[in-house]
């Protein structure tokens, strides 16, 4: 058999076999070719993605998700978020929704879009159901347009009650101290400039015995359990309440039993004439603070309002169910700051917007978003059976409308005689 020498000679001469050579060329073929699809694919997935950069997180997506900050939400709820500025993980959303969209909200039961903007960030909501809320820190707005629909049912009970007594409520451990310091600045702008301006009012202060006395008939009358009265007046083997919780437990009580106007001590300062606010119609008040919430330092009411006895039937239950189904944990008689705010404010405006306004879903902590547009709803469609205002300052508010002269008058002197500090 000839070799494989002589027959690569005879195809091919000279000293290169043909087999090797054929093989070389292949080869160098080969690699350029791959190379040439490599470079051609990297390039057509380059621009792929230029075109379509959000086809990787399609899923993500699907399921309304932030794609920068890796949260998901709820259901229905698309956050629309520029990049530009915007540090990973911060959404903060300011609602501020305007009263015709409110209006237009109004009895609606179809589901329907909510634009809101945020004013902080670069961001957008869209939400297609408004009762959903975004999770958010609780020092922030909550995430929530409000629907302004006055309670028919609750206005009807309203216009059933009896007459607005003309009556001033104030709590303060020392029930003649307007007597004992009527040069102080405070006291005479205060309690004296009201009793000048409204003379026809009782003025009636509660000091300590009073306040917890009023506790005492609430559990006589069954408003209450004699073990939440033993846990707030304390015995002879459980320390009392802290005076702010019984305090906040005993405002209710009052404008309950008796009606009238509760103003907390350093809340009444340049207070004006009220005969022009509480017009015989007039039922209630429902002024707010600055632009947060209803405020809890001035109560108005007729005598048996549901609201109040809403009120402390709520704040029973957080007191006495709200630690693993029992009453809260105490360090001598002491509740935690926490849940002693939790039974003030925030349960305040929530009862408020569930009882008025039928919407359930504000928890009442934060600032509430449309709180201006909630009063100025009040006016035009409640005016002639709640009175309702804004504090601005110790000049202007719903106590106080501003004169020449006016300062926002300190308590602090007077607190400093009686060895008290702030709340």
Not at 149 to 157: G, R, V
Not at 192 to 205: A, G
Not at 300 to 308: D, F
């Amino acid at each position: 058999m000839p070799s494989m020498k002589s027959i690569n000679s005879r195809r091919g001469g000279g000293g290169t076999p043909i087999t090797s050579s054929l093989i070389s060329s292949y080869s160098l073929w080969k690699y350029l070719l791959l190379g040439t699809f490599i470079v051609l694919a990297s390039l057509s997935f380059h621009l792929i993605h230029q075109v379509f950069p959000n086809s990787s997180s399609s899923n993500r997506n699907n399921n309304h998700s932030d794609y920068q900050s890796g949260e998901s939400f709820s259901n229905n709820i698309v956050l629309v978020t520029n990049e530009e500025d915007t540090p990973p993980n911060a959404v903060h959303i300011v609602t501020n929704a305007t009263k015709e969209l409110q209006r237009q909200n109004i009895n609606e039961e179809k589901s329907h879009h909510t634009v809101v903007e945020n004013t902080k960030l670069p961001a957008t909501i869209t939400a297609t159901n408004t009762t959903k809320t975004l999770p958010s820190s609780p020092k922030k707005r909550e995430e929530e347009s409000l629907v302004i629909n006055i309670s028919p049912n609750y206005l009807q009970h309203l216009q059933s009650l009896g007459p607005f007594p003309k009556k001033l409520h104030i709590l303060f451990p020392h029930k003649d101290y307007y007597k004992q310091h009527p040069s102080l600045p405070f006291v005479q702008h205060s309690i004296l400039r009201f009793m000048e301006l409204n003379p026809t009012w009782n003025v009636t202060i509660y000091n300590d015995a009073d306040m917890d006395g009023i506790i005492e008939r609430a559990a006589r009358d069954d408003m209450i359990s004699m073990e939440e009265m033993r846990l707030l007046l304390g015995n002879e083997t459980l320390s009392a309440a802290h005076p702010v919780e019984r305090a906040d437990l005993a405002r209710m009580l009052i404008i309950w039993y008796h009606g009238g106007m509760y103003v907390d001590a350093d809340a009444l300062i340049n207070p004006k004439q009220f005969d022009k606010v509480f017009l015989p119609t007039i039922k209630m008040c429902l002024p707010i603070y600055l632009d947060i919430n209803f405020a809890q330092s001035i109560l108005c009411s007729s005598p048996k309002n549901q609201l109040y006895l809403e009120m402390i039937k709520q704040m029973s239950k957080r007191r006495m169910t709200s630690n693993k189904g029992g009453p809260l944990e105490r360090r001598d008689g002491w509740a935690t700051t926490n849940a002693l705010f939790s039974m003030g404010p925030p349960l305040f405006n929530h009862v408020i917007f569930d009882l008025v306004f039928g919407n359930s879903h504000v928890s009442g902590h934060g600032d509430i978003p449309g709180i201006e547009d909630t009063m100025r709803v009040l006016q035009e469609e409640a005016s002639g059976v709640i009175a309702t205002g804004q504090f601005h300052d110790g000049c202007h508010s719903f106590l106080a409308d501003p004169f020449e002269g006016c300062k926002d008058w300190e308590r602090g002197e007077l607190y400093k005689l009686y060895n008290m500090s702030g709340w």
